[in-house]
């Protein structure tokens, strides 16, 4: 019964640490999930809904360069970010799906990938905020939340 205890914590800690970086599926939501392409079904087909996974989510402020990079208001998709966050439209970075991918965000909404992260964020997605929304990014902080993606058909 003594050494239940620690191998228990032992696998809850292993558990702890590498809960971050593994995504976990989640049950289909009734409305949300048709369309859905992911990283490894590049057909575009819409009939067959694939779930969503829990991920990491995040927020960045565009035209930061610390931030961002060099060009702190160019996406990686080539459009001005500063201008379309600006006008209101939700955008966000993303590694695992195709640039102009639509993300659902459990309670965030729908967002277009028109940026990257770092590759050390594979799984992660990143939520782009203005240039003055610093304080709100950073309540935002790291959340765990539901993402599915959709490819829009040509």
Not at 5 to 23: K, Q, Y
Not at 34 to 57: H, K, M, Y
């Amino acid at each position: 019964m003594k050494k239940t205890i620690p191998h228990t914590f032992l696998i809850a800690l292993v558990f702890l640490w590498t809960g971050s970086i593994i995504d976990v599926p989640a049950p289909l939501t009734e409305g949300i999930a048709s369309g859905i392409v992911t990283a490894d079904n590049q057909t575009g087909s819409i009939e067959d809904p694939t779930p969503g996974f829990v991920r990491e989510v995040t927020a960045y402020n565009v035209g930061i360069r610390e931030q961002t990079n060099d060009e702190p208001c160019i996406g990686a998709a080539g459009k001005n970010l500063c201008h379309l966050v600006a006008r209101g439209l939700k955008i966000c970075a993303a590694n695992f799906v195709d640039l102009e991918t639509i993300l659902n965000i459990e309670g965030y909404g729908k967002c277009v990938v028109l940026d990257r992260m770092n590759r050390r964020f594979p799984h992660r997605v990143d939520i782009a905020m203005g240039e003055e929304e610093v304080e709100r990014t950073l309540e935002f902080g790291i959340q765990r939340l539901y993402v599915e993606g959709k490819r829009e058909q040509p």
